[in-house]
């Protein structure tokens, strides 16, 4: 640290990305990232934007914003797009929790950072001991709520009716549902937009359309919602979306139907591999997500993770209190799942 941070940054601590490994390991299921390459109309639709690369994007991202707008159903008005989702959350906290934020003490773990960058107040709201997340904990706060729908890591899903009751619950606060992982099986909590103009939605291409490296993330929400988080990009960087992004986020957005038999995979591979690790003798929460959160009660999981990463496996431990326990598991391919469960299966049955 420099004698010229401002101190106001001194304390903060930083999101603690997943392991990017410089040398491939054998079988990366660690960092949600989808296990299949996009759509095979990205490459043309990138290398094109390529050619153009010397002049400024669209800075209203127009192209991909309509067809993302006639997909989900909604208005063009109702969409904006970041730079990943992770920029549009960032601007929520900066500029949408005037009287502080609320979320779950297990949830996604930028939401306790960008609220320490922007000196938002912190209120977290413990799910319950088996991990749900009780919407009358969240009746009349007050302030901004926020939560992931399917929720990280426990990949548990609220339904769209619990999430009216939320919104119901809290006129006048905002409630931002973070749907990186929706395509995987819960109910989207979009069409609620018609009649609720408290919600925000949150969504993302990095995992159920395979664009992680790309950076690409959206908002839905009233007309008035995204114009404040468009006054946060134009007062930022306007041009948060380079060519190539915009470009494969349209090409993807014209392949639906790779885009759906991509995740019903990930469903089917996920439904198969929690059968047969809970036959092995270890536990999984009902995931919704094309991750699985399992645990053993014998093994430790931060012992599991090193047995695993010594059969070059990557999978994902927190260093968390509640969650010591549990280890995130990437949906990958058949072929990897299969591999992964003969390991996890040795380990305990011995
Ligand atoms: C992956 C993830 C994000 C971030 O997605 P990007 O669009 O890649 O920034 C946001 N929220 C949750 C819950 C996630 O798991």
Redesign the pocket.
């Not at 970041?82 to 959350?89: A, P, Q, R, V």
């Given at each position: 640290m420099s004698i010229y941070l401002d101190s106001r940054f001194s304390k903060l601590i930083p999101y603690a990305p997943g392991e990017q490994p410089k040398t491939p390991v054998k079988i990366k299921l660690n960092t949600?990232e989808s296990p299949f390459p996009p759509s095979p109309k990205v490459r043309q639709a990138v290398m094109a934007a390529v050619e153009t690369m010397r002049l400024y994007p669209d800075p209203t991202a127009s192209a991909v914003i309509e067809a993302l707008a006639q997909t989900l159903g909604v208005r063009p008005g109702q969409v904006t797009l970041?730079?990943?989702?992770?920029?549009?959350?960032a601007f929520c906290f900066q500029a949408l929790c005037p009287n502080g934020v609320a979320f779950p003490d297990i949830?996604?773990g930028?939401y306790p950072v960008y609220a320490q960058l922007y000196q938002v107040d912190i209120h977290t709201i413990p799910l319950r001991d088996d991990f749900t997340l009780a919407v009358e904990d969240y009746a009349g706060l007050g302030r901004t709520i926020v939560f992931?729908n399917p929720?990280?890591p426990t990949g548990l899903a609220l339904s769209r009716a619990q999430i009216a009751t939320m919104l119901e619950t809290n006129p006048g606060s905002l409630v931002i549902v973070?749907e990186?992982?929706i395509d995987f099986g819960a109910e989207s909590a979009i069409p609620l937009l018609e009649q609720y103009d408290n919600l925000m939605v949150?969504g993302?291409?990095?995992?159920s359309r395979a664009m992680?490296g790309a950076?690409?993330?959206y908002a839905v929400a009233s007309e008035a919602l995204i114009a404040d988080l468009n006054l946060i990009k134009y007062s930022f960087n306007p041009y948060n979306l380079n060519r190539m992004t915009l470009a494969a986020g349209a090409a993807v957005l014209e392949d639906a139907s790779y885009f759906e038999a991509c995740a019903q995979k990930i469903i089917n591979t996920r439904i198969i591999a929690k059968d047969k690790l809970e036959k092995s003798g270890y536990y999984c929460t009902d995931s919704m997500a094309n991750f699985i959160f399992v645990s053993h009660p014998e093994y430790e999981a931060e012992v599991l993770q090193g047995r695993l990463r010594a059969e070059g496996i990557l999978v994902r431990w927190f260093n968390q209190s509640r969650i010591k326990n549990w280890l995130r598991i990437t949906i990958g391919t058949e072929t990897q799942m299969d591999e992964l469960v003969k390991i996890m299966d040795s380990i305990t049955n011995k």
């Open positions: 949600n970041g730079n990943g989702s992770d920029e549009i959350l949830s996604y930028f992931a929720n990280a973070d990186a992982y949150v993302t291409f990095s995992k992680a950076r690409l993330g």
